[in-house]
């Protein structure tokens, strides 16, 4: 549960922090703008034809009396929009992200820098990581359509295919968008899609609690758009804590903090205006009071003389 609402806390961190640097958002909706084009028109195209599709692919229901053949094709039909929505889902991330690579690696690095004060660099060219990224998106768009495929055939399972089988492809779809998402800053760290899955695999609840509230709002329309730029940034930061590199620099801030004592282990004394703090003032030497000695009891008379005639 503490990973979840992590993942969560850093979808928020993201968002957050591009509404604080105004000209990164605003960059960055134009390349979700090209891609809720191109993908707007392929879900309308897939409305209108995903009928004739499911009466191409189902020809032993043609002679099935009413209501039984529309009731069949037409959940038949709304499984096969569901499917071509959820592919859009996963791959709307990985076109935007490649049509707007630049940006979003630069974007990326101003998460780094502001937070770390370094950002890693890949030292690859424009062309071999956009080669890189296109490889990669295709290799996980292979296992979401076997995914879609398995969650396609199990929907048609009575009760389980209308409640559980929708639920868990929200699940499938947040984790693979994170990825795509993730991929931006752990490219330029140069770690390869095999271990980039290892990674998120080792905190898979705090990459549902980042990805499945994203795949919620990518369901209504320009939202997408909107919160990509906040998506890339978010994960940014979620990788810096899978790699635990805000622990390592913690940890060598305060090394180089830390006053070294003696070799006998015994604590070292600290001496006055260390670390910044101010020595504390001395008071001036005093001169010394001539009125500093013995007190007399009265002024000092010189000793009575005896008589020599006295008798």
């Not at 609690?209 to 978010?234: C, D, K, N, R």
């Amino acid at each position: 549960m503490r990973d979840l609402a992590g993942g969560f806390g850093h979808l928020l961190a993201g968002q957050r922090w591009v509404f604080r640097h105004g000209r990164w958002l605003g960059f960055g909706l134009l390349p979700g703008l090209l891609a809720l084009v191109l993908y707007a028109g392929a879900l309308i195209g897939l409305g209108y034809g995903a009928d004739d599709l499911t009466a191409w692919a189902t020809p032993f229901a043609d002679d099935w009396s009413a209501p039984w053949l529309g009731l069949f094709r037409g959940f038949l039909t709304a499984l096969v929009f569901c499917l071509g929505l959820f592919v859009a889902v996963i791959t709307f991330t990985a076109v935007t992200l490649l049509i707007g690579q630049p940006f979003y690696e630069s974007l990326s690095e101003q998460v780094d820098r502001s937070v770390g004060g370094e950002a890693p660099e890949s030292g690859l060219s424009l062309a071999r990581e956009l080669w890189i990224s296109a490889r990669d998106s295709v290799k996980v768009l292979v296992r979401v359509l076997l995914y879609g495929v398995l969650l396609f055939a199990l929907g048609f399972i009575p009760v389980v295919g209308q409640t559980v089988i929708p639920a868990i492809g929200f699940c499938v779809s947040g984790y693979f968008l994170t990825e795509e998402l993730t991929a931006v800053a752990l490219q330029r760290r140069e770690v390869e899609l095999k271990d980039r899955l290892a990674l998120l695999r080792e905190r898979r609840a705090m990459v549902l609690g980042f990805g499945v509230p994203l795949v919620l709002a990518f369901l209504v329309p320009l939202v997408a758009v909107f919160l990509m730029p906040g998506a890339v940034a978010g994960a940014t930061l979620m990788v810096r804590e899978l790699r635990g590199e805000d622990e390592e620099r913690a940890d060598g801030d305060g090394d180089g903090d830390r006053a070294e004592g003696p070799a006998d282990g015994t604590a070292r004394q600290e001496r006055p205006g260390q670390h910044g703090h101010p020595a504390p003032q001395q008071p001036a030497p005093q001169q010394p009071s001539p009125y500093s000695g013995p007190y007399a009891a009265g002024p000092r008379h010189p000793a009575p003389q005896q008589n020599p005639y006295a008798q």
